[in-house]
C-alpha cells in the first residue's frame, strides 16, 4: 500500500505557482521522498527526490517539513503543459519498487 | 540521449491469446522493471530485473504472467492465455542500479477482446 496521502485534485492559474502537498507520517529515516508526474496517455516522468533537506532543479522544489512527516512540491511558474497527475512516492532505501498511490490530478487553468 | 522504448505502443487480442511486450531501457542501465496501471490507478509493480536474473517478481498476479531479460538488456513480458481482465497499461522502467531513479517508457496499451 501507498505510505503517502495526496488531495486528490487542485487548481492552478498559469503563471502562478502550484504548491501540491503530500503527506508520509509514517516515514521511517532511511525512506525518501520522491515525486513523478504523468501526463494524459504518457509514461510517468520523474521530478524530483529528497531525503532530509529541501531540494530544487530546473523542474521544480521539494520542500521536506524537519519532522519529515510531510512535503509539498512547488512548481513556481506552472504552465498548461503542467497539467498532469502528481505521485509523490515514500520509496525505502535499498528498495527497488515504487509504490504508487492515486496521486494529485493538477489542472492549470488559463 | 535516448529514453526507455517499448513496443508496441498498441496491442489488441482476443481473450485466450498470448501475447508479449517489448522494452528497450536506457542503455547502461542494469535495473528494469515492469509496472501495470488500470484505468485511474496509479501504476503497480509485477517485476523486476537486475541484469538477467528476476530479482523480485512479488508483483506478478499469477502464472500466465512471465518475463524475461536474456542479456540484460531488452525485456519482454509474457502473457499467456490472456483475459479481459488484464488490459491495462504496461509500463517498463529503467534505472542505473536498483537503488537509482527510474525512468519511464511510454508504455504498452493492451485491450483484450
Known amino acids: 500500500d501507498a505510505k503517502t496521502t495526496q488531495p486528490p485534485s487542485m487548481d492552478c492559474a498559469e503563471g502562478r505557482a502550484a504548491n501540491l502537498p503530500c503527506n508520509h507520517s509514517t516515514i521511517s529515516g532511511n525512506e525518501y521522498v520522491y515525486w513523478y508526474r504523468q501526463i494524459h496517455s504518457q509514461g510517468p516522468q520523474y521530478i524530483i527526490h529528497g531525503l532530509k533537506n529541501n531540494e530544487t532543479n530546473e523542474m521544480a522544489s521539494l520542500i521536506i517539513t524537519e519532522d519529515r512527516k510531510s512535503s509539498t512540491l512547488i512548481l513556481p511558474h506552472a504552465t498548461l503543459r503542467d497539467t498532469a497527475v502528481y505521485y509523490c512516492i515514500v520509496r525505502q532505501g535499498g528498495s527497488e519498487k515504487l509504490v504508487f498511490g492515486k496521486g494529485t490530478k493538477l489542472t492549470v487553468n488559463p | 540521449g535516448a529514453g526507455v522504448s517499448q513496443t508496441p505502443s498498441n496491442k489488441v487480442t482476443e481473450k485466450g491469446k498470448y501475447v508479449e511486450l517489448r522494452c528497450d531501457p536506457i542503455?547502461?542501465?542494469?535495473?528494469l522493471y515492469w509496472y501495470r496501471q488500470s484505468l485511474g490507478q496509479g501504476p503497480e509493480f509485477l517485476i523486476y530485473f537486475q541484469g538477467t536474473g528476476a530479482a523480485d517478481d512479488s508483483g506478478l498476479p499469477n502464472d500466465r504472467f512471465f518475463a524475461v531479460r536474456p542479456e540484460g538488456s531488452v525485456s519482454t513480458l509474457k502473457i499467456q492465455r490472456t483475459e479481459r481482465g488484464d488490459s491495462a497499461v504496461y509500463l517498463c522502467?529503467?534505472?542505473?542500479?536498483?537503488?537509482?531513479?527510474?525512468?519511464f517508457g511510454p508504455g504498452t496499451r493492451l485491450t483484450v477482446l
Open positions: 522502467a529503467s534505472s542505473l542500479n536498483g537503488e537509482d531513479t527510474q525512468y
Open positions: 542503455s547502461g542501465h542494469t535495473a
